[in-house]
């Protein structure tokens, strides 16, 4: 016997997972992670006995329940599971799965459409995040029903589907105590290697930075790298994510987020000079693994360190004149462009992230848990 429990498998930006809504999940939070875990086939490498797909970008979950703050429609909490391990991390955002939930909550009736646009204000429980999403809801015979097809594309995703617009009102410091966690815009850190490391200690300079996701930005050139390698070459290069990873654990003190050896941020982030004419280069680690493209969040803190002068993408970066700017943002599939606009009186401030995803329903039904994990969940 197996438990059944209602859920929506969706795309949203370049991941993809089960959407639930937290009704139909256990209410303690320890039970709802094995219930997950189980959901997701983790830990395994393959993931073969559940729905994940055996890399950090498809081992993703959404959960939604209608807006508890007033002014907040929905309110939406993303667990981040790993294909090899037992954890389940609500700690940090993901603008991608973001951009389904206005979907899925229209699917699932928790909020009607508007007109043949419907905004819907969405509260990131994870980090008090809001944003305003905007999805295209046109009249057909049923009724008004989310569009999914329509002429917008983003890197990372084949085909064209219908925009999905995301308006962030205020990310800086999502997670860390600020937009700048270290007080600086620009910090030289030395690190030492641990125990029976193959490398000897280094001083590089990075941006830490967290405007929507905790962030670490340094140069390639100061790891050995162009910048433009493949994700596959990145992964494969050990003795670099040795490095990379010894650097994250530092600065992830000097960002006041203790230890976290254990957590999902901050993100590792190599910049370098554009070469498909867009600002800055990226090769994004999600931490452990070089992502295909980038992340939501991490393409807006990206973007946001570019315009701060001082900041050691801001060396590297090609950026338009005017208050308002469109930071175009590449990486290993293709380009991410955010929308920015800085305050006239601020020039270190940033008062508006937007940005265009697209999200498409893949799939409608239960997801099956053994009943003897439901059992120990209740």
Known sequence: MQKPIPALFMRGGTSRGPFFLESELPSDTAARDRVLLAVMGSPDRRQ???????????????????????????????????????????????????????????ERGLIKAQGDETTAR????????????????????????????????????????????????????????????????????????????????????????????PLVL?????????????????????????RIEALRLRTG?????????GRNYPKMTLVSAPRQGGAVNTRSFIPHVCHEAIGVLAAVTVGTACVLEGSVPHDLARLPQGARKAVSIEHPSGEFTVELEIDPQDPQKVVRAALLRTARLIMRGEAMVPASTWAQAC
Request: with cysteine; net charge negative; aromatic share 4%.
């Open 48 to 106: 073969i006995d559940g729905l994940g797909g055996a890399h950090p970008l498809t081992s993703k979950v959404g959960i939604v329940r209608p807006g508890t703050t007033p002014g907040v429609d929905l309110e939406f909490l993303f667990a981040q599971l790993q294909p090899d391990r037992d954890t389940v991390d609500t700690t940090a955002n993901c603008g991608n799965m973001l951009a389904a939930v206005v979907p899925f909550a229209l």
């Open 218 to 242: 340094f140069r390639a050139a100061d790891v050995g790298c162009t910048g433009h390698e493949t994700p596959a070459e990145l992964n494969a290069d050990l003795g670099l994510k040795a």
């Open 253 to 261: 003190e000097l960002m006041g987020l203790g230890d976290v050896s």
């Open 122 to 213: 969405v509260l990131t429980r994870n980090t008090g995040m809001q944003c305003d999403i905007t999805v295209l809801t046109p009249m057909t015979p049923e009724g008004r029903q989310v569009s999914y097809e329509g002429d917008a594309r983003i890197d990372g995703v084949p085909g064209r589907s219908a925009p999905i617009t995301i308006n962030f009102l205020d990310t800086a410091g999502s997670v860390c105590s600020g937009l700048l966690p270290t007080g600086r815009v620009r910090d030289r850190v030395r690190v030492e290697p641990p125990a029976g490391a193959d490398f000897e200690a280094f001083e590089i300079e990075v941006t830490c930075i967290d405007n929507g996701m």
